[in-house]
């Protein structure tokens, strides 16, 4: 068994680098830029220039510059100061607010 995950993972190798120098034949056009660039280029221009979006919730004090995902996961499950739904008295709260008993005592 050992011997033949060792031989697939010999193969896999080549297979890998074939479709690296592949996709590194094409050229890719991305708006923001002037010129078709390669395919590695592309990847470091996507990551380096992702566009960065701070917390709209008013009266959020968390100062992280977020992508779309880290944001959705901010807002989802971090953001202190989005209102959320009491599940027993229907009002809503910040999600801070709601284990605090002086200002939600339902």
């Not at 890998?16 to 395919?39: A, W």
Request: with cysteine.
């Amino acid at each position: 068994l050992r011997q033949e995950m060792q031989k697939q993972r010999i193969e896999a190798k080549p297979v890998g680098r074939l479709l690296r120098n592949v996709i590194n034949c094409f050229t890719f056009k991305h708006e923001g830029l002037d010129e078709t660039i390669g395919y590695e280029a592309l990847v470091k221009h996507i990551i380096k220039n992702a566009k960065k979006l701070k917390c709209p919730v008013e009266g959020c004090t968390d100062e992280t510059l977020f992508t779309k995902e880290e944001l959705k996961e901010h807002l989802t499950s971090n953001c202190a100061r989005i209102q959320v739904v009491c599940k027993m008295c229907e009002n809503e709260f910040a999600r801070e607010d709601l284990d605090d008993k002086e200002k939600h005592h339902c």
